[in-house]
């Protein structure tokens, strides 16, 4: 028996590969229509667009030979849009068709009443009752699975029952049932990933690869019953680990902290010291705390480069070895910011930013953020009144879908008086509360967003910056705050409200946590969907599992190992 992954090339299959390496089985890689012929187990990961997938397999000449070896009754087991493809056609892209073995559409979440994409940790119940328990394959109504899309296959066997019938689990995302894994003869999927699902994810791919190595026998399709939404459901507000990544003086890569943004080293009078107060802390080398955070409970990592690039960020070998390295080591999502735009080397050689993204999708990484240029493609927009398909944001999303842009904004307050200012942002203008802090009382202010890790200013809000960011094709909103960087006092509920109610797409909140608290009352006011620490995390001033048993003691669903 011979276990293949098929790279359709556009997503990130390392991850999937460092998964199976880690469990022990060896495999080969479908480059060509004849491996098809060769392989007796296949995967098919992935993530990205409908269209681009199948796009891209019709151009290698791996559509068909992937419909066939489905056909055929070897074992197959699709991840994300690996699964997508099974069914007839998708929402994402109507004029284009999947292989049509599941005779249903996939549709898009309705995002009335919750963020869209669907993007965290969820529960996934099994809808088989057999007593053998191979029929889970793995999967467990106790564990947490990472999900990351925006349009899912809606469970409805009374409008649709033959295709209800490759249900085997399915999964609640706010009052929408939709089928989270399929099985049926020879074919399991799986809309999570359980290569960046944890311990659990990987019980999944070790329990069906044995099973299909040994020789499994198909499974006969079952009439299913409706399956009425709960009153909550099993979707985990996610806590982030991040980590400043710059070199050093001897041109190591380490992960370092300031405060409000300044990540210079400030000398004492003694110049032969360093001043403790704001000074940039070394902290460690990433790979070893991206290890520690994982499995300490982190819900997923995010490496930000705050190193200047001598030329294109592709030459950055260091970076992408860390990535490629923590990728080995981490199966939760890794978000990867710093250089993620058009660049032109000194030699004139030209690299779009989808390119540079898909460098480091292709180590390990499943998300790059972009900041600065976030805020020119935004500017741009405002003054063309219409996208042009040419941004970092726009060229990524297409390419490997919403879901793999996130957006990180850095605003700072803008102090103004309120009885004269009639400025383009006197309507997002917040007052300080006559019971607020002193330094607020009697004041307003607007957020305007900065460039350049918040060295320059732009005349752009930060309403307008998430609001354009989601127009564009972002599908993640990573909320900075200059102001609370590095000063423990607790997130700015106010920025994170005002954002959460301008974009419908999922919001992390960064920037000033201190305590365990801080994280409760984030979630309690705010309705965010995560939230990010470094700092305190660092320095081992608070610990995950002390955030997530304070969430738990609140009531809150966590992702706990």
């Not at 197959?76 to 929402?91: K, N």
């Not at 960087?485 to 000033?512: W, Y």
């Amino acid at each position: 028996m011979t276990l293949f992954l098929l790279d359709h090339g556009a997503g990130n299959v390392q991850s999937l590969a460092n998964s199976i390496t880690r469990l022990g089985y060896p495999f080969s890689w479908i480059t060509t229509s004849e491996d098809f012929q060769k392989a007796t187990v296949l995967i098919f990961p992935g993530q990205g667009a409908f269209h681009t997938a199948i796009e891209c397999l019709t151009a290698r000449d791996l559509l068909h030979p992937l419909l066939d070896y489905i056909k055929s009754g070897k074992p197959y087991f699709g991840i994300c849009i690996g699964m997508q493809v099974l069914f007839a056609s998708s929402a994402e892209s109507p004029s284009v068709c999947g292989l049509g073995i599941i005779p249903c559409d996939i549709v898009r979440f309705d995002d009335t009443n919750k963020a869209v994409p669907h993007m965290g940790w969820n529960t996934a119940e099994c809808l088989d009752h057999s007593l053998d328990p191979r029929s889970t394959e793995g999967v467990s109504a106790a564990s947490h699975y990472y999900f990351v899309h925006s349009y899912c296959a809606a469970y409805d066997p009374g409008r649709n029952p033959v295709a209800a019938e490759w249900a085997h689990s399915v999964t609640q995302y706010g009052n929408e049932v939709f089928v989270s894994t399929v099985r049926k003869g020879n074919v399991f999927g799986a809309q999570f990933h359980p290569e960046k699902s944890g311990a659990a994810g990987l019980a999944i791919l070790d329990a069906w690869i044995k099973q299909s190595l040994a020789g499994r026998v198909p499974t006969i399709a079952e009439t299913r019953i409706p399956r009425l939404p709960k009153p909550v459901d099993g979707f985990t507000k996610r806590i982030i680990a991040c980590m400043d990544v710059r070199a050093n003086d001897e041109g190591d890569l380490v992960v370092t902290k300031g405060d409000q943004y300044d990540v210079r080293e400030k000398a004492s009078p003694d110049s032969s010291k360093v001043n403790a107060a704001g000074a940039v802390r070394n902290l460690g080398k990433p790979v070893a705390l991206a290890s520690k955070y994982f499995e300490s409970g982190a819900d997923e990592l995010c490496l930000l480069n705050i190193t200047s690039f001598r030329n294109s960020p592709l030459h950055d070998q260091p970076m992408l070895a860390v990535v490629r390295a923590a990728a080995e080591h981490v199966f939760v999502p890794l978000t990867i910011g710093g250089g993620i735009k058009d660049t032109v080397d000194p030699d004139g050689t030209k690299h779009p930013a989808v390119e540079v993204a898909g460098a480091y999708f292709r180590v390990g990484a499943d998300k790059v953020s972009i900041g600065s240029e976030a805020v020119y493609a935004v500017e741009k927009l405002r003054a063309a009144g219409s996208v042009d398909g040419t941004s970092a944001i726009e060229t990524i999303s297409k390419m490997y879908g919403r879901q793999a842009v996130v957006v990180s904004i850095d605003p700072r307050r803008v102090y103004v008086d309120p009885s004269t200012y009639d400025g383009p942002y006197k309507d997002e203008l917040l007052y300080g509360k006559d019971d607020g802090p002193m330094a607020e009382r009697g004041k307003a202010w607007w957020y305007q967003c900065t460039v350049s890790g918040g060295r320059e200013t732009r005349l752009v809000s930060a309403v307008e910056l998430a609001k354009g960011a989601q127009t564009l094709g972002a599908g993640e909103i990573l909320l900075n705050s200059i102001d609370r960087d590095g000063t423990g006092l607790g997130f700015d509920h106010d920025l994170i409200k005002m954002i959460k109610s301008a974009v419908t797409i999922p919001v992390v909140a960064s920037s000033g946590a201190g305590t365990t608290k801080h994280f409760v009352d984030v979630f309690r006011e705010t309705n965010v969907e995560s939230a990010l620490a470094a700092g305190i995390f660092h320095r081992d001033e608070v610990s995950i599992r002390d955030v997530k048993a304070a969430l738990q003691r609140e009531g809150y669903n966590t992702r706990v190992i």
